[in-house]
């Protein structure tokens, strides 16, 4: 993907999030797509918005548990699993172990940051 196809997806996952403020995955997509167009400082902060939203999916008491779980398990009938109202440890659990097999972050997007050398894209590991 080039720079145009980037800005694209950042533009789409943004609109998605108007639509869906509480999922988390879209959080960390789009959080990958600013690594890609060199915004390490956005991409951290959707990062940290995926993980408080972790957080309050865990927290019964949490200000957006509602919100939050609701979100995780909308996001797990995306996936194709059929699901049964549950708990929140049971949802987490759910999460956890589809993600097992269909990670929400790529491989090869594990650990990349941006560095332009030579024009070019490289990863902390080189």
Known sequence: MDSRDWLHERT???GELYKHPY???LY???AITYEHLGFSDLAAGDAYRALLLTD???DDSGEYHR???EAMRSRLLAHGQNYAPKSSDEVIGDITNSTKERPLV???NRGFSRRVEDGELRSHSQ
């Open 12 to 14: 789409r996952l943004t």
């Open 23 to 25: 999922d988390l995955e």
């Open 28 to 30: 960390l997509k789009r």
């Open 56 to 58: 309050e999916a865990q």
């Open 67 to 69: 919100y939050a779980l």
């Open 106 to 108: 790529p491989e090869e």
